[in-house]
Antibody, heavy 114, light 109 residues
């Protein structure tokens, strides 16, 4: 069965970077792109970008351009999302979601404080 | 900046029928935006219900259906159950970019 398992919660200082992982199983990893979505406390869903694990092509939301980097490792069927220059507004649950939004990771809480 | 608009909240009685809608600031929503509907319960990850306007996943209960209605995407719940109380998000594709609606909080009362 398809599973997306994300890394654990993170606490970071303002200005630092965070790297969240999403390990896929149960399907051919390179056949589906992966999206990253975040959700601030009490807020809605916000799309961050997409990566095609076959070749590594990425498209980022304009809001995160210059601060986000998405990468993939086909040897471990894992995608990564790194967000830099963290500020308090980046406190959120970060999700990976498979290409057609059919499967989602369990979410990773990132807390940013000074 | 594309904006996708949903009703902020709706209330329905158990056993009743309710329709949630999803509008685009760019004009009428068509099948070319591949409307998706997601359900999210408190403290949980989103769960996909409907894809490409009308298609259900294998786990989607039969009481959920998707359509296009008056230039909007729509999600109809027929025979609402107490466990359907949740936040519902629509998701539209704009040339490979996802845009989410703000969500509809559905209360079953």
């Amino acid at each position: 069965q398809v599973q997306l398992v994300q890394s654990g919660a993170e606490v970071k200082k303002t200005g630092a970077s965070v790297k969240v992982s999403c390990k896929a199983s149960g399907y051919t990893f390179t056949s589906y792109s992966m999206h990253w979505v975040r959700q601030a406390p009490g807020q809605g869903l916000e799309w961050m970008g997409i990566i095609n694990p076959s070749g590594g092509r990425t498209t980022y939301a304009q809001k995160f351009q210059g601060r986000v980097t998405m990468t993939s490792d086909t040897s471990t069927s894992t995608v990564y999302m790194e967000l830099s220059s963290l500020r308090s507004e980046d406190t959120a649950v970060y999700y990976c979601a498979r290409q057609h939004s059919d499967f989602w990771g369990q979410g990773t809480l990132v807390t940013v404080s000074s | 900046q594309t904006v996708v608009t949903q009703e902020p909240s709706l209330t329905v009685s158990p056993g009743g029928t309710v329709t949630l809608t999803c509008a685009s600031s760019t004009g009428a929503v068509t099948s070319g935006y591949y409307p998706n509907w997601l359900q999210q319960k408190l403290g949980q990850a989103p769960r996909a219900l409907i894809y490409s306007t009308t298609n259900k996943h294998s786990w989607t209960p039969a009481r959920f259906s998707g359509s296009l209605l008056g230039g909007k995407a729509a999600l109809t719940l027929s025979g609402v159950q107490p466990e359907d109380e949740a936040e519902y998000y629509c998701l539209l594709y704009y040339s490979g970019v996802w845009v989410f609606g703000g969500g509809t909080k559905l209360t079953v009362l």
